[in-house]
C-alpha cells in the first residue's frame, strides 16, 4: 500500500461516494455550523482531503477566499461539476495534498480537515506542514475518526482484511487522546475538543486548534 494505491482506492470510490447520504446529518450540521462561527469575512481558508466538495460548497460564500484539495482528481473532477451548478467567485479546487502545497507570502487563516487526519500516512509530518501553511494564531479544525478506539475485530481484522483486497483505504490508528498529542507537538494549543456525533458511539471529535 502507498500513497498511489490510496489515490486509485479513491478515484475508483469518487462515484459511489458521491451519491452517499451524510450518515449523521445532525452532527454534519453542528460542525457546519461550530465552523461558521469561528470564520470571518477576510479570511483565507485551505480545505483538505475536500472530496466531492460538499462542505467547501456550504462554507465557501462565508470567506474571502477559499482553496479545497483532494488527493483524488476524480473526487476533484465531481467537487468542479457541482461548483458549475453552484458558483461561488470565493471558492477554487485543485488536485494536491498537504505536503504539495508550499507556503506563500500571503498565508493561510484557517485549515479545515474533516474525516482526514486518519488518511494520511505521516501524520507527524501533516500535522507540521499544515502548521507552516497557517498564519499566525491561524486555526487549524478538524474531525477525525478515531481508529484506535474501534472495535477490536474490526480494528484489527476487518480493516487490515479490507485493505489487502482493495476495499478500504489507508487508515492510521490512534486514540483521541493521541491525536491530540500529536496536534500540540506539532505546534498548536487545543483551544476545544468537541463531540459532534448524535447517532450511536461515534468517536470522531471536533478539535479547533490555534498556531503557536
Same mark, same amino acid.
Given at each position: 500500500?502507498?500513497?498511489?494505491? *490510496?489515490?486509485?482506492?479513491?478515484?475508483?470510490?469518487?462515484?459511489? /461516494?458521491?451519491?452517499?447520504?451524510? %450518515? *449523521?446529518?445532525?452532527? /454534519?450540521?453542528? @460542525?457546519?455550523?461550530?465552523? &461558521?462561527?469561528? $470564520? =470571518?469575512?477576510? *479570511?483565507? +481558508?485551505?480545505?483538505?482531503?475536500?472530496?466531492?466538495?460538499?462542505?467547501?460548497?456550504?462554507?465557501?460564500?462565508?470567506?474571502?477566499? /477559499?482553496?479545497? @484539495?483532494?488527493?483524488?482528481?476524480?473526487?476533484?473532477?465531481?467537487?468542479?461539476?457541482?461548483?458549475?451548478?453552484?458558483?461561488?467567485?470565493?471558492?477554487?479546487?485543485?488536485?494536491? @495534498?498537504?505536503?504539495? $502545497?508550499?507556503?506563500?507570502?500571503?498565508?493561510?487563516?484557517?485549515?479545515?480537515?474533516?474525516? !482526514?487526519?486518519?488518511? +494520511?500516512?505521516?501524520?507527524?509530518?501533516?500535522?507540521?506542514?499544515?502548521?507552516?501553511?497557517?498564519?499566525?494564531?491561524?486555526?487549524?479544525?478538524?474531525?477525525?475518526?478515531?481508529?484506535?478506539?474501534?472495535?477490536?475485530?474490526?480494528?484489527?481484522?476487518?480493516?487490515?482484511?479490507?485493505?489487502?483486497?482493495?476495499?478500504?483505504? !489507508?487508515?492510521?490508528?490512534?486514540?483521541?487522546?493521541?491525536?491530540?498529542?500529536?496536534?500540540?507537538? %506539532?505546534?498548536? *494549543?487545543?483551544?476545544?475538543?468537541?463531540?459532534?456525533?448524535? &447517532?450511536?458511539?461515534?468517536?470522531?471529535? /471536533?478539535? +479547533?486548534?490555534? =498556531?503557536?
Amino acid at each position: 500500500m502507498s500513497i498511489a494505491s *490510496d489515490t486509485r482506492f479513491w478515484d475508483r470510490a469518487s462515484r459511489k /461516494y458521491a451519491k452517499g447520504a451524510v %450518515a *449523521d446529518q445532525a452532527g /454534519y450540521e453542528r @460542525t457546519l455550523d461550530g465552523t &461558521r462561527a469561528l $470564520l =470571518k469575512a477576510s *479570511d483565507r +481558508v485551505l480545505e483538505l482531503g475536500c472530496g466531492t466538495g460538499t462542505t467547501a460548497l456550504l462554507l465557501a460564500g462565508d470567506v474571502q477566499d /477559499y482553496l479545497a @484539495t483532494d488527493i483524488s482528481a476524480e473526487m476533484i473532477a465531481i467537487a468542479a461539476e457541482r461548483h458549475i451548478a453552484q458558483p461561488i467567485p470565493t471558492l477554487a479546487f485543485r488536485v494536491a @495534498t498537504a505536503e504539495a $502545497l508550499a507556503p506563500g507570502p500571503t498565508q493561510f487563516n484557517t485549515v479545515l480537515g474533516f474525516n !482526514y487526519l486518519h488518511l +494520511v500516512r505521516d501524520l507527524p509530518g501533516t500535522l507540521r506542514h499544515i502548521h507552516r501553511l497557517l498564519a499566525a494564531k491561524g486555526l487549524f479544525i478538524s474531525k477525525t475518526p478515531c481508529v484506535g478506539e474501534m472495535n477490536p475485530l474490526i480494528r484489527l481484522a476487518l480493516l487490515p482484511a479490507m485493505r489487502a483486497i482493495g476495499k478500504a483505504p !489507508y487508515a492510521g490508528v490512534f486514540r483521541a487522546s493521541e491525536l491530540s498529542g500529536q496536534i500540540f507537538a %506539532a505546534g498548536f *494549543d487545543i483551544l476545544a475538543t468537541e463531540n459532534h456525533a448524535t &447517532r450511536g458511539n461515534d468517536n470522531r471529535p /471536533y478539535i +479547533v486548534a490555534r =498556531k503557536r
